[in-house]
């Protein structure tokens, strides 16, 4: 099983989400995130008291997924996922060695 954390703009997550339900993935998770980072466009950003930095509001999606649905997945995600600048987001994926339901 791979797992993928793909780091996404807000605005786009709608569209991400609905590619990745009509393509019957039906769990993940989604949860905003602060990111500190350069960003291409200085409205993007906010300056944190919390954490002394200028921050980007994210969205982090994790899936998990069989080995053979990776490459639809990441597919479906860059395709819903680009906002028409240079850098839209990313994705990280990682093997899963075991699962135990609870």
């Given at each position: 099983m791979k797992e993928l954390k793909a780091y996404i703009h807000r605005n786009r997550a709608a569209d991400?989400?609905?590619?990745?339900?009509?393509?019957?993935?039906?769990?993940?998770?989604?949860?905003?995130?602060?990111?500190?980072?350069q960003t291409l466009e200085a409205r993007e950003q906010e300056y944190s008291t919390e954490f002394g930095a200028r921050v980007q509001t994210e969205v982090k999606l994790e899936l998990v997924c069989k080995a053979e649905q990776l490459q639809e997945a990441i597919r479906l995600i860059t395709e819903n996922a680009k906002t028409g600048q240079e850098d839209s987001g990313c994705i990280y994926v990682s093997n899963i060695s075991e699962r135990y339901m609870i």
């Open positions: 991400v989400v609905r590619a990745l339900r009509l393509a019957d993935f039906e769990h993940f998770t989604l949860v905003d995130v602060k990111q500190v980072m």
